[in-house]
């Protein structure tokens, strides 16, 4: 079976390199833009300041070799599966983050809580889902 996925831009930040990068997006003070690019300028109708985004990223610089990692570089823990972590190594290193949307202008998005490194390509952004709430069936469209 054969997966093929397109980026649908990137991001641009201050982080240079993964070590710059905060564990998580829920511990990130960081800001950003996410550049969408010029094809799929339509699909950002209705991202409003305040909005929570979910955003999958393709972690392009990690490693895709390892399967056990010590959580969190904390070998006081023990070794995991890659699976039961949130590491970015793994077999294919995608990344989940939510972003709140400081700003949009153009095919540009500024958002805060990043956690990924600069020139990082977006596969796919997605409305949040509220807590306790399911999603529309108009969100399903």
């Given at each position: 079976?054969?997966?093929?996925?397109?980026?649908?831009?990137?991001?641009?930040?201050?982080?240079?390199?993964?070590?710059?990068?905060?564990?998580?997006?829920?511990?990130?003070?960081?800001?950003?833009?996410?550049?969408?690019?010029?094809?799929?300028?339509?699909?950002?109708?209705?991202?409003?300041?305040?909005?929570?985004?979910?955003?999958?990223?393709?972690?392009?610089e990690a490693r895709r070799d390892l399967l056990k990692v010590y959580p969190r570089g904390d070998r006081s823990r023990g070794l995991r599966g890659v699976f039961a972590t949130r590491s970015p190594v793994r077999p294919n290193p995608i990344a989940i983050s939510e972003l709140t949307?400081?700003?949009?202008?153009?095919?540009?998005?500024e958002v805060s809580g990043v956690d990924v490194i600069d020139t990082t390509p977006i596969l796919d952004i997605k409305s949040a889902v509220a807590p306790g709430h399911g999603t529309d069936k108009q969100d399903r469209a």
């Open positions: 079976m054969e997966i093929r996925g397109t980026p649908i831009g990137v991001m641009h930040c201050g982080l240079r390199a993964p070590a710059d990068a905060p564990k998580n997006y829920n511990e990130s003070a960081e800001t950003g833009r996410l550049e969408i690019f010029p094809q799929y300028l339509e699909a950002m109708d209705g991202i409003e300041v305040g909005q929570t985004l979910v955003v999958l990223f393709w972690l392009h949307v400081l700003g949009v202008q153009g095919n540009e998005i």
